[in-house]
């Protein structure tokens, strides 16, 4: 059975960094992506960021592209979300998710199986 667990979440000052890690056990041969997701309070889940497994391609929503990379250890079965130039609008709960369906959108909540259970991170002003 997959199970996510995120860690790395944390209290930062505007500006700052933080890096996210995803540690999955479980099969790994269904798998086609890996995502970030994040809620703020009082919003919806947001898209952050995925990478497709077999090949590695990274994918970004627009307030992530240049502040946010995406990466992976293969070895540790870990995904990582390097967060850089970090604003009081990132904080949020952060989540990881897998997706085992190649036809589902990598933006839709929805076509993720597994989830965990997120890390906090907060940023001062």
């Known amino acids: 059975q997959v199970q996510l667990v995120e860690s790395g979440g944390g209290l930062v000052q505007a500006g700052g960094s933080l890096r996210l890690s995803c540690a999955a056990s479980g099969p790994t041969f269904s798998r086609y992506a890996m995502a970030w997701f994040r809620r703020a309070p009082g919003k919806n889940h947001e898209f952050v960021a995925a990478m497709t497994w077999r090949n590695g391609t990274t994918h970004y929503a627009d307030s992530a592209k240049g502040r946010f990379t995406v990466s992976r250890d293969n070895a540790k079965n870990e995904v990582y979300l390097q967060m850089s130039s970090l604003k009081p609008e990132d904080t949020a709960v952060y989540y990881c998710?897998?997706?085992?369906?190649?036809?589902?959108?990598?933006?839709?909540?929805?076509?993720?199986?597994?989830w965990g259970q997120g890390t906090q991170v907060t940023v001062s002003s």
């Open positions: 998710a897998q997706q085992t369906d190649i036809s589902r959108p990598l933006y839709w909540t929805t076509s993720y199986t597994y």
